[in-house]
């Protein structure tokens, strides 16, 4: 398992960093490498280190959005797409043993890693959730709030998967959404390439589903990305 998810991390890495002329050559070679080569004897955290780099901004900008985000002791909150866990052991943190947060995704790799993560922070306020594609499986009526950072995008089945998380939000509860933004006419650099619209669209396809839009505050530090914030109403 552990050989499995360090290759998956090295890919990933691959993709994020090599970017510009030859990018692309340059990824396929560093995937292929890590696929000949034994790495079982790395430590958990190096990989850690080399995927959450201060080149990516909701790395670099992570205490600001954790601020923005403004949870409480005793919150429950969701953070799906939660990858390598970064956000998941901030809010840990945030909540405290009153709080918990579900750490959220559709690859179990990453929650083998949140699972290891947590146990090494002892965060024994975080639970891992296996997802669908169309489905949070979280219960209903059960989180404070949610957040969703570069993965809102990726969502294959948006409206399914969006009512799901209205459903476990608790009323009155809040989505936070961090996205790439996309200008209208712009011409789309490569690593933005995956983004299918800006942020006037994820607002509307949000409003949609039932959720207002409280605020978009500016954020220090995102400069690509937007934060937006919304509420499911407190009555029907």
Sequence with gaps: MIRRAQILLVILIAVASCSGPGGDERASETVDAALATDTAEEN???????????????????????????????????????????????????????GRVFAEDIEPLF??????????????????VLGREDDVTLPKNSVDVVFIADTYHYFEHREAIM??????????GSLILVEFDIMPGEQRPDHKSHVRFGKAGVISEVEFIGFNLTDAPVVEGLDENYFVRFTKPATP
């Excluded at 949140?114 to 024994?124: E, K, T």
């Excluded at 799901?164 to 009155?172: D, F, M, N, R, V």
């Design 163 to 172: 009512r799901t998380i209205y459903e476990a939000l608790k009323p009155g």
């Design 44 to 98: 958990l955290d190096l990989w850690l280190e080399r995927l959450e780099v201060g080149s990516r901004e909701l790395y670099s900008a992570r205490d600001a959005v954790v601020d923005a985000v403004g949870l409480k002791e005793g919150d429950w909150v969701a953070d799906i797409g939660a990858g390598t866990g970064l956000y998941t052991v901030l809010f840990a943190e945030e909540v405290g043993s009153g």
């Design 111 to 128: 929650l083998d890693l949140i699972n290891q993560r947590a146990a090494d922070l002892s965060a024994d306020n975080v639970t891992a």
